[in-house]
């Protein structure tokens, strides 16, 4: 039997959750690089995790200040920005995206690695270190809100006070990043860089320097990366290389496509919907599965089963984007012209 309020309530509850601000952040770093500038990033997970680490072992490994393990997480964002693009920046864009991508597979392989278990913990990661930041809350209870919709009732929502304290955060630093962008991009400045992804040749022949500004964007969405690596390690006290693999870039990837890329709100729009969708559709399935109670499964045992459930929301959630990609390429707000990469 299926309890449409509660998948409603709690569809929304992940759809505006901490989880979906850090695909947000993460997704607002790639529109930089890929939307705007056109650079394939295939390791935003590193930026993310090198700003992660950098907080949790000043605290849980060294005892120093969180604050400053805040400053220094930027700064590693900043640094690897650097030690990818200076390589790699003045070749092809899938140079780009081969370095980044290892890099990221190396980096999490060496923070998990045994002999490092001595400051990050291995794969169990670091934990106990959010109490500054928690300190800072002053949101005290749970949170409850109510959505009316039509023909549905008692449509209530309710975070815990350490969750609902990381969205406001989140949500904030999501508005100013977007703030930040249209600014940039309204600019002379982000208008070289949608040149740079149009034709960087033709914007080399009026005397710019296309290296420095590709580093420019490279460093801007590492560290707007950077800040979704922290607020995940902040919101969940816990730092494990296990949450940054590979599918956490690709996740990136999906929200901005599914939004729109060059679009900036595209992002938040595309992580809102993204992680309603991944929520209703697990929430469906295990319930569509379940046996509680002595009722019979809506769907037979033949067909799937309730260890298959949580599985089938990435198969339908493909399909869904196999149709995205095919009938509007572009996502919900962008435009076809957007997606086009100059990879010379």
């Known amino acids: ?175 100013f990043c977007c703030l930040a962008i249209w600014l940039l991009m309204r600019s002379p400045w982000g208008r070289v860089l949608k040149a740079i992804r149009e034709d960087e040749d033709a914007v080399r022949s009026l005397g710019k320097n296309v290296f420095s500004y590709k580093m420019q964007s490279l460093v801007i969405g590492g560290v707007i990366g950077g800040l979704a690596g922290m607020l995940v390690a902040l919101n969940q006290s816990n730092t494990s290389p296990a949450f940054f693999a590979t599918d956490t870039t690709f996740f990136a990837y999906t929200v901005l496509l599914l939004g729109g890329a060059a679009r900036v709100f595209g992002p938040v729009v595309g992580a809102i919907i993204f992680q309603l969708t991944l929520s209703a559709l697990d929430l469906f399935f295990s319930q569509a599965t379940s046996t509680d109670n002595g009722q019979h499964a809506l769907l037979p045992t033949w067909l799937i089963s309730n260890d298959q459930a949580s599985l089938v929301r990435f198969i339908m959630t493909g399909l869904i984007l196999m149709l995205l990609m095919i009938f509007r390429p572009q996502g919900i707000f962008g435009d076809r012209r957007e997606l086009a990469i100059d990879n010379r």
């Open 1 to 175: 039997m299926i309890h449409w309020t509660s998948l409603v309530s709690q569809a929304i509850q992940q759809g505006l959750g901490p989880l979906t601000v850090v695909y947000c952040l993460a997704s607002i770093g790639l529109n930089v690089h890929f939307g705007y500038t056109g650079l394939l990033n295939f390791g935003q997970a590193a930026f993310m995790m090198v700003a992660a680490y950098s907080v949790a072992s000043f605290v849980a490994t060294w005892g120093l200040s969180l604050w400053l393990g805040v400053a220094v997480g930027l700064l590693a964002s900043v640094v690897l920005a650097l030690l990818l693009g200076v390589p790699t920046l003045r070749l092809r864009a899938d140079y780009l995206a081969i370095v980044t991508i290892a890099a990221a597979e190396a980096i999490r392989q060496v923070l998990a690695s045994v002999a490092l278990s001595h400051y990050f913990n291995g794969y169990n990661g670091l934990s106990a270190f959010s109490g500054s930041f928690y300190a800072l809350n002053p949101f005290h209870g749970n949170k409850t809100l109510h959505i009316p919709l039509p023909f549905v009732t008692d449509i209530s929502t309710t975070w815990g006070q350490q969750d609902f304290y990381s969205m406001v955060v989140g949500w904030t630093l999501v508005a």
